[in-house]
């Protein structure tokens, strides 16, 4: 590297072209960084980390790339209301709810 800007279009080409050889679906190369943000949220990496390796200039721009909020949050809560609406029910599964 000679200190001269880089071509963002090669990295992007790259990208597309491991795509399709991958023979995966066609995807912007910035959703892969907001996908990275979203696994190591997930993986409950350290943001200060997190924000380093996607080379962010701080961590509120990390916390904005996150795209569907706190996942680990949700599935818990909804883990949470399943057994509220499956206690009592059959060894085999759920059974429907009557009216009764």
């Known amino acids: 590297m000679d200190g001269s800007p880089l071509d963002p279009g090669v990295d992007n080409r790259a990208w597309h072209a491991l795509l399709e050889r ?24 350290p943001e200060a980390v997190i924000t380093e390796i996607v080379g962010h200039s701080t961590i509120g721009m990390s916390r904005r790339y996150r795209s569907r909020g706190n996942q680990r949050a949700l599935r818990d809560a909804l883990t949470k209301m399943s057994k509220l609406l499956t206690v009592g029910t059959e060894p085999d599964g759920p059974q429907p709810l009557t009216d009764a």
Do not use: C, F, M
């Not at 907001?34 to 949220?41: E, M, S």
């Open 22 to 45: 991958a023979g995966v679906n066609d995807a912007r190369l910035h959703d892969a960084r907001h996908t990275t943000v979203d696994l190591l949220y997930e993986a409950e990496v």
